[in-house]
């Protein structure tokens, strides 16, 4: 605790407060990239499988 409080006094309430909120989310915002990569990956099969049929429907005339 003693060594906390000497890098508040050393740099500052705002730069150590960053460093603590930086490694405690830093598993949160992995989680999120994964999750949206998740969703592009989702949305570009969709996309994939609307142009196939749309394709379709064009090659049917």
């Not at 409080?5 to 994964?34: A, C, D, H, Q």
């Amino acid at each position: 605790m003693e060594e906390i409080f000497k890098l508040v006094s050393t740099y500052g309430f705002p730069m150590v407060l960053s460093v603590y909120l930086l490694l405690r989310f830093e598993p949160l915002i992995k989680e999120l990239k994964n999750s949206i990569d998740t969703l592009i990956m989702v949305t570009n099969l969709q996309h994939e499988n609307k142009l196939k049929d749309i394709s379709k429907y064009k090659n049917f005339n």
